[in-house]
């Protein structure tokens, strides 16, 4: 009797070990056939799963931004103390991630980032999480510090 495969569940198991091999190896060090073995199957096995990197990317963009969605806010805890909460977990892999988003999107336009679906699924959980903790009218503002000061803290060595 053949072998019955929930094919979503799959794909979303080989997306989960890719994610790591994305981190680790940056967009461009990362190929089909290197992300097939580090998983242990074949390219066109795969391939059959994805089509291309960019929809293996996609799927471990929302798989680890589905993952972020978590419980940054505290209803008993201040404004103050739930951006800290979300600072500290941005911080942690502050530095692999950008360096592997900046990978992604070397290359690319403008139009082309802003069309990207995986920057949008990136950046519309990361809105909606500081929407959260402060609202939609100081979402914006408060994300762009957020991040500038991770930025700053990363590029002084703090």
């Given at each position: 009797?053949?072998k019955?495969?929930?094919?979503?569940?799959?794909?979303?198991?080989?997306?989960?070990?890719?994610?790591?091999?994305?981190?680790?190896?940056?967009?461009?060090?990362?190929?089909?056939?290197?992300?097939?073995?580090?998983?242990?199957?074949?390219?066109?096995?795969?391939?059959?799963?994805?089509?291309?990197?960019?929809?293996?990317?996609?799927?471990?963009?929302?798989?680890?931004?589905?993952a972020?969605?978590?419980?940054?806010?505290?209803?008993?805890?201040?404004?103050?103390?739930?951006?800290?909460?979300?600072?500290?977990?941005?911080?942690?892999d502050?530095?692999?991630?950008?360096?592997?988003?900046?990978?992604?999107?070397?290359?690319?336009?403008?139009?082309?980032?802003?069309?990207?679906?995986?920057?949008?699924?990136?950046?519309?959980?990361?809105?909606?999480?500081?929407?959260?903790?402060?609202?939609?009218?100081?979402?914006?503002?408060?994300?762009?510090?957020?991040?500038?000061?991770?930025?700053?803290?990363?590029?002084?060595?703090?």
């Open positions: 009797m053949p019955i495969v929930d094919h979503q569940a799959y794909s979303q198991q080989l997306a989960q070990g890719a994610a790591g091999y994305f981190s680790d190896h940056g967009y461009a060090g990362t190929s089909m056939r290197k992300v097939a073995q580090h998983l242990g199957l074949s390219k066109s096995a795969l391939y059959h799963y994805f089509a291309t990197k960019e929809d293996l990317f996609l799927t471990c963009t929302k798989q680890v931004m589905g972020f969605d978590a419980d940054f806010t505290d209803p008993q805890a201040t404004e103050q103390e739930n951006l800290q909460r979300l600072t500290d977990a941005l911080r942690q502050f530095a692999r991630e950008m360096a592997l988003i900046f990978d992604y999107l070397r290359g690319k336009t403008r139009p082309q980032i802003a069309e990207d679906e995986a920057m949008q699924v990136a950046m519309s959980t990361y809105r909606r999480v500081v929407t959260t903790i402060v609202g939609d009218q100081r979402a914006e503002e408060v994300l762009a510090g957020l991040l500038g000061t991770l930025m700053l803290d990363y590029l002084t060595g703090k």
